[in-house]
């Protein structure tokens, strides 16, 4: 087991939902978090406080990491603050659901931008740090959208999809530095995105589910300390958190 005391994490998109319960496990776990937030300042300092107050050391740095010199920014400001750098977690994402005859091409290139276009940026400016780690970890939240589509998601199915490619790809180039590349697909998880379906629609969605109800943002950052300390000897896979919903 690796312990996660001192190791330092980004989170991007990592203010809210998530994000949110992913940055509060690794710091219960020891580690030193970077919230990473775009436009969720508010979110972003109450989560601080709420680590600071469980003991643990979080410092949030604004970013659009769709950006690759804000990427580049963000990890500047870790190494400037924590002095390295052991775990990625691309996390951030947006959606914009339409069905593909009404979905314009600013929709498609602001998701593919935020939610995977994010990842290489992230990622390549991280990467030289990680290789320094003993314990490097690059761990990208898909979805179940990107394993078996989602009616009205072409775009965010073909990023979080992508993400699943990306991640095996640079599992196998990293696997001699000991670095681990993995990706966690989350089903419906209860978050302010999922509450904002309609209830007949949510209660439809719940009937499909084995375990007939929704996950909690928590189980997935559990599955994050799993791969974060348990993982050395797991890397280009995919850790699907869904109830059953999809296998």
Known sequence: MT???NKVAIVTGGARGIGAAISKELASHGARVVVNYNSSKG????LIMEIAEMGGDAYAVQADVSK???AQKLVNETINHFGRLDIVVNNAGITRDRTFKKLKEEDWKNVIDVNL???????AAALPYLLESDSGRIINISSIIGQAGGFGQTNYSAAKAGMIGYTKSLA???AKSGVTVNAICPGFIDTAMVQEIPENIREQI?????????GQAEEIARGVIFLCKDGEYITGQQLNINGGLYM
């Open 3 to 5: 312990d996660l005391t």
């Open 43 to 46: 979110p972003s300092e109450k």
């Open 68 to 70: 690759s010199e804000e």
């Open 117 to 123: 276009n994010s990842v290489y940026n992230t990622t």
């Open 172 to 174: 196998l180039e990293l």
């Open 206 to 214: 719940v009937a499909k589910i084995p375990v007939r109800r929704f």
